[in-house]
Every structure is written in structure tokens, then in C-alpha cells.
């Protein structure tokens, strides 16, 4: 242990991380020196993995949805190694219902409440462990962290037959590349970047696993991969991964059409500045 009761070795804390690419990127991790704090749902699943694992993973059964759930694992793991160093928002599931599908209703009654629950976890779960992210990493000496979400290829391409997970994963990328522009204009040492993957054997699409070509399949070592990018290399912030079977693309945000759009978010959202200065930055 270091002083103040912190911890020599680095620590994770993985969302999504029994199962799939998370797990494959626990393994990872132990395997480099980590310790793990592993939060997921499946209850039986995660603690066969801290089983298997060791003591450098700790198992929470956490609906990461849940706020209080999700806090007290934060709490918990910085209390026990008081450092936390990367955080990886993974979990997910898909949409709960078929969007298009006609509703019987009766007379002109409106259909039933639809099942949003993609959403809640997909997004809502992902600010969540946003906002605990950063409280934590600020309490570091360095004031630092690495924060990475898992967005999808649905969320920079529109994957129509799942309009909802679509929301979601686009939702993602925009809080990945708006808090990584806050924060480095306000130079605090917090990198944001997000993975966005394509078809990936998790366990969420068993029917699409089935029909797609071997050759079409991402393989959870490409995540691997490209989360041990995110943590190698020092000034990486703002990207979208966009992991393509074997190959890691790295996505900006698209250019601003024209230099008013430009003034307004690379400016005015963006920097804290007063309306003086903004005036006179203003196109002309």
C-alpha cells in the first residue's frame, strides 16, 4: 500500500464485466497487475468469475441502473484500495420490444406504456457511472482517471431494426465527446473516450449470432485490444473506437457545417467565457 492507505497497484472497476468482451478484459487486466472490482447483474456468473479470478477481483451483484447500487460498489472499492484508475461503463442490454410492431388497443385508446428499459440501462446507467466516475478519480492525488463507456456501431450508424438501443448508443457517444471537451478545457486529467463495436458474441443478439457470418464477427480480443489502447495511450480523449473484426478505427466528431455552428459549440457550450468575449468571437 502507498500512503494514506492507497493502494500500489492500479485499480478498475468494469461494468458488464462476468461475461463476454468485459470479462475477457478482466482476465486482461489480472493478468497485467490489476485489481478488478467486477459489477454485474448476473449474480451467479460473477462470483464464479471472482472465484476462478482471485483476490484481485471483487465481485458486486449490481443492477447498474440502479444509482444507489451502483454508487455503493464505487464506495466500497475506494474505500478498500483508496485509488481508483479506470472505470469502464460496458453493461447493456437490447430493446425490449419490436418498435414497429402494430398494438391492438381498444377503440381509440392509446397502447400501453412500452417497455424502455434499453434506455434506462444503455444510457441512464452509463451518466450514472459518468457522474461516480469523476467524483472518484478526484479524489486521486493526480486528480486524474480514465473513463471509457461501451457505445456500439449502432451508435454512430443507425441500426434500424433496434431503434431504441440506437438512441441509447448515440446518446453515448455525444456524453463521451461532450464531457472529454469539458474537461480538458477545464485541464482536469480525466480522459472520456468510448468503444464502438460491431457484432460482438455477448450474449444480447443470440438470434443475430446465429445468422451472421463467422467472418463478419468481432472477436472480444479486438476490445481487449482497443481498451488497452485507451490505456496506453496518455493524451487519447473525446474518441469513438469503432471495433470492426479485427481492425480499431478511431472516430471524431463530424466537422461543423459552417462557422456559426462552429462559433456556437466550439465556443459558446463548450468555454465558460463572458458575453463580452463571446460577442466579439461571434462571426461576422
Not at 133 to 139: E, P, T, V
Not at 195 to 204: E, H, I, R, S, Y
Not at 241 to 252: A, D, G, P, W, Y
Request: charged share 20%.
Amino acid at each position: 500500500m502507498a500512503g494514506n492507505g492507497e493502494s500500489s497497484t492500479k485499480v478498475a472497476l468494469i461494468t458488464g464485466g462476468a461475461s463476454g468482451m468485459g470479462l475477457a478484459t478482466v482476465k486482461r487486466l489480472v493478468e497485467l497487475g490489476w485489481n478488478v472490482s467486477v459489477l454485474d447483474y448476473n449474480k451467479a456468473t460473477g462470483e464464479a468469475v471472482a472465484k476462478e479470478l482471485g483476490d484481485q477481483v471483487q465481485f458486486f451483484h449490481v443492477d447498474t441502473a440502479n444509482y444507489d447500487q451502483h454508487a455503493k460498489a464505487f464506495e466500497t472499492t475506494w474505500k478498500k484500495f483508496h485509488r481508483l484508475d479506470f472505470v469502464w461503463q460496458n453493461a447493456g442490454i437490447g430493446d425490449r420490444i419490436d418498435f414497429y410492431a402494430p398494438v391492438e388497443a381498444a377503440d381509440d385508446a392509446p397502447p400501453p406504456k412500452p417497455n424502455i428499459d434499453v434506455m434506462t440501462v444503455c444510457l441512464d446507467a452509463m451518466v450514472y457511472g459518468a457522474y461516480l466516475a469523476l467524483h472518484y478519480f478526484r479524489k486521486n492525488p493526480s486528480k486524474g482517471g480514465k473513463l471509457l463507456f461501451t457505445s456500439s456501431m449502432c451508435g454512430l450508424f443507425p441500426g434500424t431494426g433496434i431503434p431504441l438501443y440506437t438512441a441509447a448508443k448515440h446518446g453515448v457517444v455525444g456524453l463521451t465527446r461532450a464531457l472529454s471537451a469539458q474537461l480538458a478545457k477545464r485541464n482536469e486529467p480525466i480522459t472520456v473516450n468510448c468503444l464502438c463495436p460491431g457484432l460482438v458474441d455477448t450474449g444480447l443478439t443470440p438470434a443475430l449470432m446465429a445468422a451472421a457470418p463467422t467472418n463478419v464477427v468481432t472477436p472480444p480480443s479486438t476490445i481487449v485490444r482497443a481498451v488497452e489502447e485507451v490505456l496506453n495511450e496518455e493524451g487519447l480523449t473525446g474518441m469513438a473506437l469503432e471495433c470492426s473484426v479485427q481492425n480499431i478505427h478511431r472516430r471524431t466528431q463530424q466537422e461543423y457545417g459552417d462557422e456559426n455552428t462552429a462559433f456556437l459549440f466550439g465556443d459558446y457550450f463548450v468555454t465558460a467565457l463572458d458575453r463580452e468575449t463571446l460577442k466579439a468571437r461571434a462571426p461576422k
